[in-house]
C-alpha cells in the first residue's frame, strides 16, 4: 500500500526558503516518478514540479528558477527546496507518486494528505 507522508511545510515571510520532504513507503520507489502539486484557497490544484525515475526534471513556470526538487533513492524521500517565496505561493502542498515512471500519470497517481505553507509577513 503507497503511503506518502509530507513535512516541512510552515509559516515564513516573503523572501524566506522552505524545504519540504516526502517520505515514501509501500512500493518500489526508484521507478515511480515523484513530484508535488499545491493547491491555494478557492483554486483547483496546479502543477508544481517533478523528478522522474532518470532523476529528469521538471517544474511549473512559476517556480522555475526558484526550487529545486531532487529524490533520494536510498532513504525514499524526494524533497523540494523552495527558495524567494512569494505569497502567491501559500497553499497545501501535496506530494505523489507516479508508476508509469515517466509522467504520464497513465495509472493515476497516489497522494499524500499534504502540508501547509504560508507565505506572509
Known amino acids: 500500500q503507497v503511503q506518502l507522508v509530507e513535512s516541512g511545510g510552515g509559516l515564513v515571510q516573503p523572501g524566506g526558503s522552505l524545504r519540504l520532504s516526502c517520505a515514501a513507503s509501500g512500493f518500489t520507489f526508484e521507478y515511480y516518478a515523484m513530484g508535488w502539486f499545491r493547491q491555494a484557497p478557492g483554486k483547483e490544484r496546479e502543477f508544481v514540479a517533478e523528478?522522474?525515475?532518470?532523476?529528469?526534471?521538471s517544474y511549473a513556470d512559476s517556480m522555475k528558477g526558484r526550487s529545486t526538487i531532487s529524490r533520494d533513492n536510498t532513504k525514499n524521500t524526494v524533497h523540494l527546496q523552495m527558495n524567494t517565496l512569494k505569497p502567491e505561493d501559500t497553499g497545501i502542498y501535496y506530494c505523489?507518486?507516479?508508476?508509469?515512471?515517466?509522467?504520464?500519470?497513465?495509472?493515476?497517481?497516489?497522494w499524500g494528505q499534504g502540508t501547509q505553507v504560508t507565505v506572509s509577513s
Open positions: 505523489y507518486a507516479d508508476p508509469s515512471g515517466h509522467g504520464s500519470a497513465v495509472g493515476g497517481r497516489s
Open positions: 523528478v522522474r525515475w532518470s532523476s529528469t526534471t
